[in-house]
């Protein structure tokens, strides 16, 4: 069922099932996240290795407070500055969250999500909202209610309808290491956003082996047709001489020798936020076509076009 009914997202959450909820960034697969037998569902659905920590969903800062202890004074301005909104703090854990939220980590990833039916659903409930991405492990985030249900909706029995993600791409990750903000993951808040209010932060996002972020995986996103990342110019010339059925995925360009239909521009006025916004349903439209390969641009190094290139990278195909 897709439907904008709260008391009925309360009632399936307050029996220990999964509820499909709206985000600025991406859907979440939400379940109770003090209540493991609720988490372990959220990793068999999404087919999910359960050393990969998730993030609790709550409706304040205040209300943080009741899941964490001792956050630092940078962190704290941070959630001030940014909470409700595309940023997740890693926060030492109180001893209310359980072992299987956390992969036994002691720090949790909490945010404030930024949409009104979740903020509404979350005052509703006595418990924070344990919430991945609505997806199948390693494939494209969802963006829009039709995507999760593509994909899911046999396996959850309620998603929450709350249109299209306008932000599009999941949150920055932000903890702290001796005194220095770090960020584990690009997403929908910009880097220099962060800066303004903390100063210099060190990126630490692409080490996969990274013990602080072990599902900071280096493949994922991924489409299930091969993805190649180039200069779209030389990867066309050379599809159309091995004769092979592509799609392309730009920034602003359109190429009048492909069919209309086997392209998509993430933004003609090069608006990187925009870009941001129709990434992942591109993606999947692509996906969906009859094209054989995907081939794709990587954008501007500045502002979300960094995130927007970090998906991109790990969506790429090896080798
Ligand atoms: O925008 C988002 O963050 C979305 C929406 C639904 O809130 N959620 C999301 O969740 O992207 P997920 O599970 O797909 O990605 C969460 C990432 C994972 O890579 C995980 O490894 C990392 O956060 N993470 C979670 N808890 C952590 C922890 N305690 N320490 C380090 N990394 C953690
Ligand atoms: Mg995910």
Not at 5 to 19: F, M, S
Not at 259 to 282: M, R, W, Y
Request: aromatic share 6%.
């Amino acid at each position: 069922m897709i439907g904008q009914d709260i008391p009925e997202a309360k009632r399936i959450l307050n029996a220990g099932e999964l509820v499909a909820i709206p985000t600025e960034t991406v859907y979440g697969l939400a379940g109770n996240a003090l209540n493991p037998v609720a988490v372990a569902s959220i990793f068999e659905t999404k087919n999910r290795p359960s050393f990969d920590p998730l993030i609790i969903h709550v409706p304040s800062l205040v209300e943080a407070e009741n899941y964490v202890n001792d956050i630092p004074a940078a962190l704290r301005k941070l959630a001030e500055h940014f909470w409700p909104g595309p940023l997740t703090l890693l926060l030492p854990r109180k001893s209310n969250i359980p072992d299987i939220v956390t992969s036994g980590l002691d720090r949790v990833a909490v945010r404030v999500p930024d949409h009104p039916l979740t903020l509404e659903l979350l005052a509703q409930l006595d418990f924070p909202l344990a919430a991945p991405s609505a997806n199948p492990f390693g494939y494209i985030s969802p963006t829009s209610p039709k995507h999760v249900d593509a994909q899911l909706g046999d396996k959850i029995s309620y998603i929450l309808n709350g249109g299209k993600c306008k932000v599009g791409l999941e949150s920055t990750i932000v903890g702290m290491e001796e005194d220095e903000v770090v960020v584990y993951r690009l997403g929908g808040l910009d880097i220099s956003e962060i800066e303004s209010i903390v100063g210099k932060v060190i990126v630490k996002s692409h080490s996969s082996s990274n013990p602080q972020a072990p599902g900071l995986l280096e493949s994922h996103y991924a489409p299930a047709k091969p993805f190649l990342l180039g200069n779209l110019e030389t990867l066309i010339a050379e599809y159309q001489e091995r004769n092979v059925d592509f799609a392309v995925l730009s920034l602003a360009q359109t190429f009048p020798a492909v069919p209309v239909g086997n392209q998509i521009a993430l933004s003609p006025q090069t608006d990187l936020k925009e870009a941001a916004t129709h990434l992942f349903a591109a993606m999947r439209t692509l996906d969906e076509s009859n094209a054989v390969v995907i081939l794709a641009e990587l954008m501007p190094e500045e502002g979300l076009g960094k995130a927007i290139n970090d998906r991109l990278r790990r969506a790429a195909t090896k080798g």
